[in-house]
């Protein structure tokens, strides 16, 4: 059904913002600052890019759905 692919989306989304929280955690113990700095940017872009994928996946299978 579409509903458990709009679910399989938001898990996705989950799973994303929570490893973004250990790397935030885990980040400041990498003691080359330039790499630290490009993968924290590197997350940045994957998770602002990952929000506007997910809402526009929820508001079309709310559409479906309703």
Not at 39 to 64: D, I, P, Q, R
Request: hydrophobic share 50%.
């Amino acid at each position: 059904m579409i509903s458990d692919a709009g679910v399989a989306v938001l898990a996705a989304y989950a799973a994303l913002r929570s490893a973004a929280l250990n790397v935030y955690t885990n980040v400041k113990l990498i003691s080359d600052k330039a790499f630290a700095d490009a993968k924290l940017k590197e997350l940045e872009m994957l998770l602002s890019g990952a929000e506007g994928v997910t809402e526009e996946a929820y508001e079309l299978v709310k559409g479906k759905v309703s």
